[in-house]
């Protein structure tokens, strides 16, 4: 078990983890959410029957992919959810935006 308690050895049911203080879920194939299971904004990745997952997140009504491409692990998605997180830290200042061009 990593240090944010993920299990990578799992493979059944419903886990739960967390990565930069962002609560995450895993449902694998088979599996469903507990009815209380549904939090707006989680990222939820959704094991299909070819092992491959959907990687989105989870809102009232909807779950919105963030690939449209399937991922074939869950150590993907974590990747990318550090990488938006870092860029989010790089550009506080807003300079990004408002400068209305690409700092290049």
Same mark, same amino acid.
């Given at each position: &078990?990593?240090?944010n308690g993920f /299990?990578?050895? *799992?493979?059944?049911? #419903? *886990?739960?983890?967390?990565?930069e203080?962002?609560?995450?879920?895993?449902?694998y194939a088979?599996?469903?959410l507990?009815? /209380?299971?549904?939090?707006?904004?989680?990222? !939820?990745?959704i094991?299909?029957?070819d092992?491959?997952?959907?990687?989105?997140r989870?809102?009232h %009504? &909807?779950?919105?992919?963030?690939? *449209?491409?399937?991922?074939?692990? !869950?150590?993907v998605?974590?990747f990318? #959810?550090?990488?938006?997180?870092? #860029?989010?830290?790089?550009?506080?200042d %807003?300079?990004?935006v408002?400068?209305?061009e690409?700092?290049?």
């Amino acid at each position: &078990m990593g240090k944010n308690g993920f /299990n990578p050895g *799992q493979s059944a049911g #419903v *886990q739960y983890f967390y990565e930069e203080k962002e609560r995450m879920t895993v449902l694998y194939a088979g599996s469903e959410l507990p009815g /209380n299971g549904i939090v707006n904004g989680e990222v !939820v990745f959704i094991q299909r029957s070819d092992k491959t997952f959907w990687y989105g997140r989870t809102y009232h %009504n &909807m779950y919105w992919l963030e690939f *449209q491409e399937l991922i074939e692990t !869950v150590m993907v998605g974590v990747f990318h #959810v550090r990488s938006e997180k870092h #860029v989010a830290e790089l550009h506080q200042d %807003n300079d990004f935006v408002d400068r209305w061009e690409l700092p290049f």
